[in-house]
Nanobody
Framework: QVQLVESGGGLVQTGGSLRLSCAAS????????VGWFRRAPGKEREFVAR????????YYTDSVKGRFTISRDNAKNTVYLQMNSLKPEDTAVYFC?????????????????WGQGTQVTVSS
C-alpha cells in the first residue's frame, strides 16, 4: 500500500508560482514512479508530468513544458511540482499518483495509488 498526500495548492494571480508537494508513505519510495495529473472544472483528468523511480525520466505534457518542473527527494519521500508562469487555464485539482514497478506511463490507468488532490486556482 502507498499513501499519498498532496499539499501546496492555493489561489495565485496569473504569472505567479506555486510548489505542490506529494508526500508518500507505506512502501519503499523508490519502488515506484510518480505522476501529476489535474482535473479542470468540467473536464476529464489529464496527465501533467511524471518522474521515474530514481528521479530520471521526467516528462511533461506540452502545455506545461518550460513552466513546470517535477522533482523528487527520495530522502524525504516527497515529489514536487514547481509551477511557474501560471495561467488561468492551469486552474484545476492536482493529483499525484504512484505507479508500482518498472516502466513509466502518462496514462492514469497505469497508476496504482492516488492522493486526494489539491486545488490550484489562477486568477486573471
Amino acid at each position: 500500500q502507498v499513501q499519498l498526500v498532496e499539499s501546496g495548492g492555493g489561489l495565485v494571480q496569473t504569472g505567479g508560482s506555486l510548489r505542490l508537494s506529494c508526500a508518500a508513505s507505506g512502501r519503499t519510495f523508490n519502488d515506484y514512479s510518480v505522476g501529476w495529473f489535474r482535473r479542470a472544472p468540467g473536464k476529464e483528468r489529464e496527465f501533467v508530468a511524471r518522474i521515474g523511480r530514481t528521479a530520471t525520466g521526467t516528462y511533461y505534457t506540452d502545455s506545461v513544458k518550460g513552466r513546470f518542473t517535477i522533482s523528487r527527494d527520495n530522502a524525504k519521500n516527497t515529489v514536487y511540482l514547481q509551477m511557474n508562469s501560471l495561467k488561468p487555464e492551469d486552474t484545476a485539482v492536482y493529483f499525484c499518483a504512484a505507479k508500482i514497478g518498472p516502466g513509466r506511463s502518462s496514462w492514469e490507468e497505469d497508476y496504482n495509488y492516488w492522493g486526494q488532490g489539491t486545488q490550484v486556482t489562477v486568477s486573471s
